[in-house]
């Protein structure tokens, strides 16, 4: 679907909600591939200030907003009930949805947009890496205690706001008739990444096979579990309030471990064009393990605890096809903000792939040390 502009329909939008005063301001913010994210600064009657984030979900991404707005809804409210059992604040410690005047969850435009809007969750920092290793370690104990939290949601209950989302052998399909159809002929750019997406066929269907043999269960997950999607205390460092939560579904729980690898256990940016910058660092996979497994442990299986590592190279490998799909598609679904910044982001995650390869065995030692037996 083709789409005006965000900023075309901000005002009519924000017309749309009460946020108790005068909107100051409204400006892009945020570092998000996918959904048009705003920051509203509104004046008070008592000369307060609040503020509050407006977004208007990708309609490249998700086909049905209503139901994936059905989904944040019910799972923000128990995690705030389940937050609030802890003893916990609900009001930052997850996101809550703002209600348009006439009380709906989502807005939709004169242009068929779909809107929605969350308090700013203030005192907050949203880092772009791991810059230290206890930053990474507080994510991962975010994600662990989010598998934790909904250990018990009915995942039947979810919509699939995209379907085959962590679907490695249809993402590689997918790459395969990008490639064929070559629409812009970016192919003779990219041989050398396409090949090795290709030579690893086998490996994307190492744990849909899992799931299908029953060895891997299916959870409710989060599935897009990048540092950047969690917010961390300014003033404690701790994480405080896991974010984007359009992707959250049945899934399984290795990807959203294996996500959060892919993104932070290195120290250069998704799109670093120099590659000797680009490694994948083995301290921070054991540092974000220990986290994530101190949480999350008592509700995962032995045999999810085993295919951490596939968790870890399959989010990249994934992510590194999804990419390049979209490099040869003329990047119509990340959002990008120069030319080849999809093919630079390819080339990173196949470095990090050969890196993981490369030390397989160290991943594989580290969480055995968590299987308890
Ligand atoms: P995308 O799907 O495009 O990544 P996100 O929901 O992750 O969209 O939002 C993009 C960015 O906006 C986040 O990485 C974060 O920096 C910021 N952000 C989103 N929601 C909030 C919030 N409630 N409070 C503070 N910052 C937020
Ligand atoms: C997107 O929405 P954002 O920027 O947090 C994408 C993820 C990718 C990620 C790569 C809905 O995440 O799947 O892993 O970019 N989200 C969606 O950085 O496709
Ligand atoms: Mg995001």
Same mark, same amino acid.
């Given at each position: 679907?083709?789409?005006?502009? #965000?900023? !075309?329909?901000? !005002?009519?939008?924000?017309?749309?909600?009460?946020?108790?005063?005068?909107?100051?301001?409204?400006?892009?913010?945020?570092?998000?591939?996918? *959904?048009?994210?705003?920051?509203?600064?509104?004046?008070?009657?008592? $000369?307060?200030? =609040?503020?509050?984030?407006?977004?208007?979900?990708?309609?490249? &991404?998700?086909?049905?907003?209503?139901?994936?707005?059905?989904?944040?809804?019910?799972?923000?409210?128990?995690?705030? =009930?389940?937050?609030?059992?802890?003893?916990?604040?609900?009001?930052?410690?997850?996101?809550?949805?703002?209600? #348009?005047?006439?009380?709906?969850?989502?807005?939709?435009?004169?242009?068929? $947009?779909?809107?929605?809007?969350?308090?700013?969750?203030?005192?907050? /920092?949203?880092? !772009?890496? &791991?810059?230290?290793?206890?930053?990474?370690?507080?994510?991962?104990?975010?994600?662990?205690?989010?598998?934790?939290?909904?250990?018990?949601?009915?995942?039947?209950?979810?919509?699939?706001?995209?379907?085959?989302?962590?679907?490695?052998?249809?993402?590689?399909?997918?790459?395969?008739?990008?490639?064929?159809?070559?629409?812009?002929? =970016? @192919?003779?750019?990219?041989?050398?990444?396409?090949?090795?997406?290709? #030579?690893?066929?086998?490996?994307?269907? +190492?744990?849909?096979? +899992?799931?299908?043999?029953? /060895?891997?269960?299916?959870?409710?997950?989060? *599935?897009?579990?990048?540092?950047?999607?969690?917010?961390?205390?300014?003033?404690?460092?701790?994480?405080?309030? /896991?974010?984007?939560?359009?992707?959250?579904?049945?899934?399984?729980?290795?990807?959203?471990?294996?996500?959060?690898?892919?993104?932070?256990? *290195?120290?250069?940016?998704?799109?670093?064009?120099?590659?000797?910058? /680009? *490694?994948?660092?083995?301290? %921070?996979?054991?540092?974000?393990? #220990? @986290?994530? %497994?101190?949480?999350?442990?008592?509700?995962?299986?032995?045999?999810?605890?085993?295919?951490?590592?596939?968790?870890?190279?399959?989010?990249?490998?994934?992510?590194?096809?999804?990419?390049?799909?979209?490099?040869?598609?003329?990047?119509?679904?990340?959002?990008?903000?120069?030319?080849?910044?999809?093919?630079?982001?390819?080339?990173? !995650?196949?470095?990090?792939?050969?890196?993981?390869?490369?030390?397989?065995?160290? %991943?594989?030692?580290?969480?055995?040390?968590?299987?308890?037996?």
């Amino acid at each position: 679907m083709s789409m005006v502009q #965000a900023e !075309q329909t901000l !005002q009519e939008v924000l017309a749309a909600y009460d946020l108790g005063g005068t909107v100051e301001s409204a400006d892009r913010f945020g570092e998000g591939h996918i *959904n048009d994210t705003f920051r509203v600064n509104v004046l008070l009657p008592d $000369g307060g200030a =609040r503020r509050v984030i407006l977004q208007r979900v990708s309609p490249v &991404a998700f086909k049905e907003p209503d139901k994936l707005m059905e989904n944040i809804v019910n799972v923000t409210e128990y995690l705030g =009930r389940e937050i609030e059992k802890l003893g916990g604040d609900p009001s930052r410690e997850t996101l809550s949805v703002l209600r #348009a005047r006439d009380g709906r969850a989502c807005v939709t435009d004169s242009q068929g $947009g779909a809107w929605r809007a969350f308090p700013f969750v203030e005192g907050t /920092v949203c880092y !772009q890496s &791991a810059e230290t290793p206890e930053l990474f370690a507080a994510s991962g104990r975010a994600f662990g205690r989010f598998q934790r939290l909904l250990r018990d949601y009915p995942a039947h209950t979810l919509h699939e706001t995209i379907p085959r989302f962590h679907d490695t052998e249809n993402r590689l399909q997918n790459l395969k008739n990008a490639v064929a159809a070559d629409p812009l002929g =970016r @192919a003779k750019d990219c041989r050398a990444d396409i090949e090795f997406m290709l #030579a690893r066929e086998k490996d994307c269907s +190492a744990a849909l096979q +899992a799931q299908r043999d029953g /060895v891997l269960p299916l959870r409710v997950t989060h *599935n897009d579990t990048k540092l950047n999607n969690v917010l961390m205390d300014e003033k404690t460092g701790e994480a405080l309030c /896991v974010i984007d939560l359009d992707t959250v579904m049945p899934g399984l729980a290795i990807n959203d471990f294996g996500d959060s690898i892919r993104f932070g256990a *290195n120290h250069s940016a998704e799109d670093e064009p120099d590659l000797s910058k /680009v *490694n994948l660092d083995v301290e %921070l996979f054991e540092i974000y393990t #220990a @986290a994530f %497994l101190g949480e999350a442990g008592e509700a995962l299986t032995e045999a999810e605890i085993r295919y951490l590592p596939w968790g870890a190279k399959l989010m990249t490998l994934e992510c590194g096809i999804r990419f390049l799909t979209d490099y040869l598609e003329g990047d119509v679904y990340f959002h990008t903000t120069r030319p080849g910044q999809n093919l630079d982001r390819t080339r990173t !995650q196949c470095k990090l792939v050969a890196d993981m390869e490369a030390h397989w065995d160290e %991943l594989s030692a580290i969480v055995e040390r968590y299987i308890k037996g």
